[in-house]
């Protein structure tokens, strides 16, 4: 199982009734599904079924669709003759004929240039319908596997950064101990600076200080729990999860961040750092999930 990327590209090309159907489909990142069509006017009656099929494929991501109509240069194209607008065309011109001095009759060809004069043997609808519907599922089979694939090297590199997460929490959890010794060392030597004095404020406040520095075990437990979160729904959860990802690597952030903050020495600090580093680049990978 592999997340999906919310970005990807394909395209389908088909034939009906001597005209060529180009169709492409792209996407970027987007907070919800957004699907836009361009395409030729008398296809948009199409619209609504074309949208529940990408539906079906995608659930966040602006994606647009575009549909070229072109003849095909060699294509067979049987020419019909509208013939009620050629008559009308005819009773305007000696209409005005009668009434302007000076207006001279319409040739064949210039009522051959009229639009709508020569009109092309039109494909049967239903069968057009059916050829634009089929091209875009192909096209629809394509872009999931392009968005598949991309998904495999978010995968990757997400999992990556969270093994290194997990390495920097394991190492700096088994380094604790020595480090809280140290830190214990330097308090119980401004303790004995304070008791000389007879400072009870000062004391009261070393000793605050002391409990919050020396309970990071909470933040430890967090981290690793956000962590095998994370890893399990890159590998193996179904479905849309860019939103859960992006609010656990909030989650995580949080973490990093009151860890920095119980800071008993540099090496917890730059921990902090180097774990806030990993999410970031993971953040950034996350807004194109799915």
């Known amino acids: 199982m592999t997340i ?20 492409e489909i792209r996407a970027v990142n987007h907070r919800y599904l957004d699907v836009q069509f361009k395409m030729p006017d008398d296809l948009r009656y199409l619209e609504s079924t074309l949208r529940e099929k990408v539906a079906q494929y995608a ?5 647009e669709c575009r549909i070229q109509v072109q003849p095909l240069e060699n294509g067979e194209i049987e020419l019909n003759v509208n013939e009620a607008l ?26 051959l240039k009229f639009q709508g004069v020569l009109v092309s043997q039109a494909a049967d609808e239903e069968a057009f319908a059916k050829i634009v519907q089929d091209l875009l599922v192909q096209a629809l089979e394509e872009f999931s596997e392009t968005r598949r694939r991309e998904g495999v090297k978010l995968q990757e590199h997400i999992v990556t950064r969270l093994d290194g997460m ?17 830190y214990m060392e330097k ?9 000389e004095n007879i400072d009870e404020d000062r004391l009261k406040q070393e000793f605050t200080l002391y ?11 967090r981290l690793r729990a956000h962590i095998a979160e994370v890893k399990r729904i890159v590998t193996a959860q179904k479905g849309s999860v860019g939103k859960r990802l992006d609010f656990l690597m909030q989650e995580l952030n949080r973490e990093a961040n009151t860890l920095g903050s119980k800071a008993i020495s540099a090496e917890c600090t ?6 806030k580093v990993l999410i970031e680049q993971m953040r950034e990978q996350v807004q194109n999930i799915e």
């Open 166 to 182: 997990a390495e920097i929490v394991d190492a700096l959890a088994e380094l604790f101990p020595h480090l809280l010794q140290a």
């Open 270 to 275: 730059q921990a902090s750092v180097e774990l």
């Open 86 to 111: 050629v008559g009308e065309l005819a009773a305007l011109n000696e209409k005005w004929r009668k009434k302007y001095e000076g207006l001279g009759k319409l040739t064949v060809a210039d009522i």
């Open 4 to 23: 999906h990327s919310m970005t990807g590209f394909a395209n389908a090309v088909g034939e009906c009734g001597g005209k060529r159907i180009n169709l």
């Open 59 to 63: 659930v966040r991501g602006k994606v």
């Open 187 to 195: 308090i119980r030597a401004r303790l004995a600076e304070a008791v």
């Open 211 to 221: 409990l919050q520095k020396a309970d990071v075990d909470e933040e430890f437990s």
